[in-house]
């Protein structure tokens, strides 16, 4: 029974839920559709900051680390939610003096934004600690975390100098 135990405890684990019970998947820091939505008429390209300074590394980041039932359920139907936010209200560049209703669930997006900060966590070697103490309410399986708020802003595209593009 020691043996057992030691071996299940060895496992690789779900970053979400925990579980050691299957093959674990890779978890996309963006999910694929709304990544194509990004880059749709664009040259298709696209980038992300490594876990070095000035270092870009083409294509999408992910970490394999999710068991396919989390992965497939409710982290895939958080996923699906951000898609139809942004297919609502993102996809088109709002001008200045324009305006947005912006209607969402509160708990829906706030478990998608910090699915998205855990995984970047996870990407780039950040401190994950605080984050996966949240797993169970990203997943439903808890009540909203109290001492967690979120604060949305819409903001108006803005003129980029030669200077500060050099700068980047």
């Known amino acids: 029974d020691a043996i057992k135990e030691a071996v299940k405890t060895s496992a690789p ?26 880059t749709e008429g664009s040259s298709g390209s696209h980038f992300f900051l490594s876990r070095s300074p000035q270092k870009f590394v083409a294509g999408e980041p992910t970490v394999k680390d999710v068991c396919v039932k989390c992965n497939n359920g409710e982290l895939s139907r958080l996923d699906t939610y951000a898609c139809e936010l942004y297919d609502l209200f993102f996809h088109k560049i709002i001008e200045q003096g ?24 996870r990407i780039h070697g950040s401190d994950t600690g605080i984050l996966a103490y949240y797993a169970k309410y990203i997943l439903g399986n808890f009540r909203r975390p109290r001492n967690v708020r979120l604060f949305a802003q819409l903001i108006c595209p803005g003129i980029v100098t030669h200077m500060e593009e050099a700068a980047t």
């Open 13 to 38: 684990q779900c970053a979400f839920c925990g579980e050691s019970t299957g093959p674990l998947t890779k978890e996309h820091l963006w999910p694929t559709s709304l990544n194509r939505r990004f």
């Open 98 to 121: 324009e305006s947005v209703h912006f209607i969402y669930d509160y708990d829906q997006l706030l478990k998608w934004l910090m699915k998205i900060a855990y995984n970047s966590a």
